[in-house]
């Protein structure tokens, strides 16, 4: 029976990397590529498992961007392959039995979701959306548990955790620097993911190494303020509330540190007039990506109204409709807000299907007042409030990462989940 787990679940993110790559067509010049570079990431996942989703989460950015030119597809398109070298270590690993293939509380959810994904593709091909379509909605939800697989699978002890969490600072430190140097932008996701845990790690620390922690944090922060995503602010935004007001004296001490390093550091960026820079680069993209998100939204609604427990199916779009105060265009399967996209897709039975494990991790993670995986569960509770003004082409992976993220450390910070007295709750 355990065998016969580990065999579907590892394999699991190979098919679904595999049938987005071919899907999204990637140009016959750069498939060579893309091939040569996952086999050489699976023969590295199998020696250094923990590796694999640093380098799909920085390296595939910086592979699409690099190759793609920034092109949305091309960076999907990098990422999966990335994951799917993942999957096809994982199972390697497993039939050497070099892996035994961990069992967390949320892998029912996450399997109910995936099955939803499964049934909700048949139905919206049997309702004729067109298949492509039905491939890039179902990677907007299928994205979630894929990347709950991969973290719970590679990243479930202490010391492949520390490993992935260098891996994963020393290369986004660097990006940041170079970003708020030269007034570019990264966007602030990646920077974002690091700060609850660091903030958490300030406030337990003592002396230089709270400063180091503090400074870190900081600088990261600081990136998020100055990044080009309204809805990334309000993720961040969310889960320092979230960790202000349910957290400890020692998370208090930790976001004070860190906050002061980030406003020091925007205000240096202000007098060496770099900020200025920055302020103009997110005001044009703020002001050319403002304006289509309600009208286009209020289309996912209608759909929505018209089917509101199992949606249009996976892939539905409407063809040619006039968008008020713009023109004629094809409008969904994708929206700019997360759940109108969940609700347009698989109505409401699938928007509870997949905020269920959700809610579970986050629950456990809201016993462990001062720890990490309370850090990443507000990250996870700001992403959720997010993700009502934002519906990234590329998913919301992050709801996938930081759920397992919690769960796993959570059983890191302490054996038995407890409320520490100083909790308000």
Request: aromatic content about 8%.
């Amino acid at each position: 029976m355990r065998l016969a787990y580990g065999l579907w679940t590892a394999p699991l993110p190979m098919v679904f990397a595999a049938t987005v790559v071919g899907a999204l067509a990637v140009s016959p010049g750069t498939l060579g590529t893309v091939l040569a570079a996952s086999a050489v990431c699976c023969a590295a996942f199998v020696l250094w498992p923990w590796a694999v989703l640093p380098v799909a989460i920085i390296g595939g950015t910086i592979a699409g961007v690099t190759i793609g030119g920034g092109d949305v597809a091309t960076i999907v398109a990098m990422h999966a392959a990335v994951l799917g070298a993942g999957g096809i270590a994982l199972a390697i690993r497993v039939l050497i039995g070099a892996e035994k293939l961990r069992r967390t509380t949320a892998d029912l959810p996450m399997l109910g979701l995936t099955l939803l994904v499964l049934l909700a593709a048949v139905y919206g091909l049997s309702l004729g959306n067109p298949p492509r379509d039905v491939l890039v909605g179902a990677y907007q939800i299928a994205v979630i548990p894929v990347y709950f697989w991969i973290a719970a699978q590679t990243l479930g002890d202490l010391r492949r955790l520390r490993a992935a969490a260098i891996l994963y600072l020393v290369p986004t430190v660097a990006l940041t620097l170079t970003a708020l140097a030269t007034a570019t932008q990264t966007g602030g996701l990646i920077a974002l993911l690091a700060v609850p845990p660091l903030i958490v790690l300030a406030g337990l620390a003592e002396g230089w190494s709270r400063a180091g922690f503090a400074l870190l944090a900081g600088l990261l922060l600081a990136d998020v303020a100055v990044s080009m995503y309204r809805a990334l602010w309000l993720a961040a935004a969310v889960a320092l509330a979230v960790m202000l007001v349910w957290g400890g004296r020692t998370l208090r001490r930790g976001m004070a540190a860190t906050v002061a390093v980030a406003v020091a550091g925007v205000a240096f960026l202000a007098l060496v007039s770099s900020l200025a820079n920055h302020v103009d680069v997110v005001a044009l993209e703020l002001q050319e990506s403002s304006g289509y998100r309600g009208p286009e939204s209020a289309v996912g609604m209608n759909v929505f109204a018209e089917r509101p427990f199992t949606g249009g199916g996976l892939g539905q779009s409407v063809r040619d409709i006039y968008l008020p105060d713009f023109t004629r265009d094809d409008v969904g399967p994708v929206y700019h807000a997360f759940y109108v996209t969940v609700l347009a897709n698989i109505g409401i039975l699938g928007l509870i299907v997949v905020l269920w494990p959700l809610y579970r991790t986050i629950r456990n993670g809201f016993l462990y007042g001062n720890g990490i995986a309370f850090g990443f569960a507000a990250l996870t509770c700001g992403f959720l409030v997010g993700a009502a003004f934002a519906g990234p082409t590329a998913g919301h992976w992050e709801l996938g990462l930081l759920p397992a993220l919690t769960m796993i450390t959570g059983s890191i910070d302490t054996p038995q989940p407890t409320v520490p007295e100083e909790v308000r709750t």
